[in-house]
């Protein structure tokens, strides 16, 4: 009843105030006051993009690049006699070099660093080029329109009018789309918001079960800080998320989760991801060590009608 698959839902996604008062019980109470704040947040999409100090380019503009390229640049300017060729050259040589683009990873979810910083800078610079370079006779509007899909584009174009007048205007909408949900993620952490979500509910019942199969509660602990470093490690630290050396920092820390004297309350991450940040289910699970039991936590379990479940899976055979 309690397993991903049948759990009743209704029972969780809810949100609740991370005042301590309940962070070691199974379920933490509701909160219908944070309710209309965490709508919000959820609206919010769950891969946050890395920023660039000094960035032109929104980070998320690196995942429209493909697109881009194939459906604009290079049926435009491909040809030597184009008058975009030469501006474009360098951009459009770096968007077929799989081995240099490879060295941005998983960017732009990921931070750069080093030789794969530079990459993205020439990247940028390239593509400003190449953007500037491109008349609108040179690409379909119908085209431009889905590859700049949230830009303000005019019905009505002037001889003026270039494809990187479309390019900057989604731009602007990311960056300021960006300051928007940073500023809603930081409320959400001042006020303590906690969303409990069918993960957290895995992770606590999971933790809860550990001694019942004689397994010592430090295996969990093992378990997440080997997951975070190896998909966390390059994760750019911000208040809203901490990658592993930030988590790492704060854990060891006497007393631990403090920092000058203050206790930190580690951040969920995303809300519309019901797994929450790494960072967040290893404190998450060290505020509920305190209240292991052996035995299971009472919850609420899910009322099914077999013979509708039977039918459901017939009619889904």
Known sequence: FRSHSLVNKQEFQYFYRRDGAFEHFAQPLREPSLVALGQRLLKIPHVRTQPIPGQVWHSEMFSYGRYLFTA?????????????????????????DQG?????????QS????????????????????LASVPSELVPMSE?????WRADIPNET?????????????????????EI???????????????????????????????????PVSAAFDHWWA???????????????????????????????SEHGRQLRVPIGSFSDPHHSTCYRIWNLDQRRRGIRTELEEAPMASLDFELLKKMAADAL
């Not at 490690?233 to 631990?256: E, H, K």
Request: neutral net charge.
């Open 72 to 96: 604009l640049i290079e049926p435009a300017c491909n040809d030597t006699s184009a008058l975009c060729h030469q501006d474009c050259l360098s951009w459009t040589s770096l968007m077929k």
């Open 100 to 108: 240099r683009l490879a060295l941005l990873g998983r960017f732009p």
């Open 111 to 130: 931070r750069l660093l080093g030789e794969s910083l530079a990459t993205y800078r020439e990247w940028e610079r390239s593509l400003t080029q190449c």
């Open 144 to 148: 431009v329109k889905k590859v700049f």
């Open 158 to 178: 002037g001889s003026q009018w270039r494809l990187i007048d479309a390019a900057r205007s989604m731009n602007q909408k990311m960056f300021r789309d960006s």
């Open 181 to 215: 949900n940073d500023q809603i993620l930081t409320k959400a952490l001042n006020d303590k918001l906690g969303y409990y979500t069918t993960e957290e509910e895995a992770d606590n019942l999971a933790f809860s079960w550990l001694s019942l199969v004689g397994l």
């Open 227 to 257: 997951f975070a470093a190896y998909f966390d490690p390059n994760t750019l630290d911000s208040p809203l998320n901490f990658g592993l050396a930030r988590c790492r920092q704060l854990y060891d820390a006497n007393p631990r989760w």
